[in-house]
């Protein structure tokens, strides 16, 4: 399992765009916007009723609730419903938006993600600079609730696939099973899929006041019990019809399904949605048996500790058979250390930003005589000073004639050392601005990667200081 940049660069929609009508659970009428995000944003909900217009991020860690929806909860602000909203901007492959809300709950419009992504379209699509981040599935990682047997898994692939089986137990529904291959064929198969109830619960929800903004335009309503009249009246006068009806495929009214097996499509679009809150794109194949949104949910939960354990610990890569963009002349151009105290060999990289060097560890190194006889280690104290000297050469780029400068230790804070660096090994040193550079002091984030594994990491602060006439 890696995590990684892609040649695909991020999206975010070209311009603003509104859309209008009531929430299914609350009733309320409700503005959403579509506003265009920076790079790197990826989705937040922005309450603009409430003081202070709070943010949501569309993170799995703030789901609270999963009862009629994916319901999100961040410092007392609530979200309701989020999951069809947010499956409309993973099929529409948009990576950064702010979805701003007039009250708790999205529009319901009927019941899919398809004016959602008509709304989106009509915004146009603008292309970022920065490359899209992408989770790719290396092994299995799957989650079942033991309760109710539902289970995801996910399984290697070469894009994002999703594979629904869904059985309720009753004739009026059966067994469905529904497959998206790819994202670009969400607009035409996925998107329109329409949520769905059973008679027995919508008529717990009424009895509860819990669809105030139902009707028959945006649920698929099953029949799978025997309906009495008093019922039907009830629900006639719940949806403000004359007369409600049983049509031989078993739906309350004169609903025609899109597809045959619609309920699978829109547990599929639930999945999507439910899985955005990852908060990264994902490069695997899901099969979900029996999805719901607690499932769903607690799936995406796990696999967003360990997409963040990965960034934590991934290790970049490098391809160390290029020409360097500076050897080893270049560096004792810039550098004043000199054998046997130069512990670089090569620069790979060097922006205003960040620094990557490199150096071959050998037998040849002097400190291998006493550290120790017979078990050479090379000491931590050494890397660490490898990687100071790594980002003495971002901080004396700085200056137009660094062979005048010297680098100074200023601090070093929470130093870690995870792996021993043995003879034959090849360290890569990355460091990172923690702040901007001012005064000659530079603070930074530095690593130290060998055998594809992290094996010293440290925050450090250097200062360059002019040499003495």
Do not use: W
Not at 18 to 41: D, M, R
Not at 139 to 164: A, F, R
Not at 220 to 228: A, F, G, L, N, T
Not at 349 to 370: A, I, P, R, Y
């Amino acid at each position: 399992m890696t995590v990684g940049k892609t040649e695909i660069k991020q999206r975010t929609i070209a311009k603003e765009v509104t859309l209008t009508g009531v929430g299914l659970h609350t009733g309320e009428n409700v503005t959403l916007k579509f506003v265009p995000a920076p790079e790197n944003y990826g989705y937040a909900f922005k309450r603009v009723d409430l003081e202070g217009e709070p943010l949501i991020e569309a993170n799995a860690n703030f789901v609270v609730n999963t009862q009629r929806g994916t319901n999100l909860e961040k410092r007392g602000v609530k979200i309701h419903t989020s999951e069809h909203v947010l499956a409309a901007l993973v099929g529409m492959e948009i990576d950064n938006v702010i979805i701003e809300l007039d009250a708790p709950e999205p529009p319901i419009m009927d019941g899919s993600s398809k004016y959602f992504v008509e709304a989106l379209e009509s915004a146009g699509i603008k292309e970022q600079e920065a490359a899209r981040e992408e989770y790719i599935v290396k092994d299995v990682i799957s989650y079942k609730d033991e309760e109710t047997g539902s289970e995801i898994t996910i399984i290697p692939s070469d894009s994002y696939q999703i594979t629904t089986m869904v059985d309720f137990g009753t004739k009026v529904l059966g067994t469905q099973n529904a497959t998206l291959e790819k994202l670009s064929d969400f607009k035409t198969e996925i998107a329109n899929a329409r949520t769905f109830s059973f008679l027995h619960e919508l008529e717990m929800l009424l009895d509860h006041g819990l669809i105030k903004g139902g009707d028959l335009n945006n649920a698929i309503v099953y029949v799978d019990k025997e309906i009495s009249e008093d019922t039907m009246k009830k629900l006639e006068k719940s949806f403000n019809k004359e007369k409600l009806s049983i049509k031989p495929n078993g739906i309350l009214d004169n609903l025609t399904l899109h597809h045959p097996n619609e309920a699978a499509r829109h547990k599929l679009l639930d999945v999507i949605g439910d899985l955005a809150l990852t908060g990264t794109r994902i490069r695997g194949k899901v099969i979900a048996n029996k999805p719901g949104h607690f499932v769903n949910t607690q799936f995406a939960k796990k696999l967003s500790k360990i997409i963040r354990l990965e960034k934590r610990n991934a290790v970049p890569q490098y391809d160390l058979s290029q020409p360097p963009l500076m050897d080893i002349h270049k560096i004792m151009d810039m550098l004043p250390h000199r054998p046997p105290f130069l512990l670089i060999d090569r620069i790979l990289e060097l922006s205003d930003q960040h620094v990557v060097g490199m150096k071959n560890v050998t037998m040849n190194e002097q400190f291998f005589v006493g550290h120790f006889p017979g078990a050479p280690v090379m000491p931590g104290v050494l890397q660490v000073e490898a990687m100071a000297q790594t980002g003495g050469i971002l901080v004396l780029s700085t200056v137009p004639d660094p062979e005048n400068y010297l680098t100074f230790f200023m601090k070093i804070d929470n130093v870690k050392f995870k792996q021993k660096v043995l003879p034959g090994d090849t360290l890569v040193f990355h460091c990172s601005l923690i702040s901007p550079i001012r005064r000659g002091i530079c603070h930074m984030q530095a690593y130290a990667y060998a055998n594809n594994k992290l094996v010293c990491e440290a925050e450090m602060m250097a200062q360059i200081v002019k040499k003495k006439e």
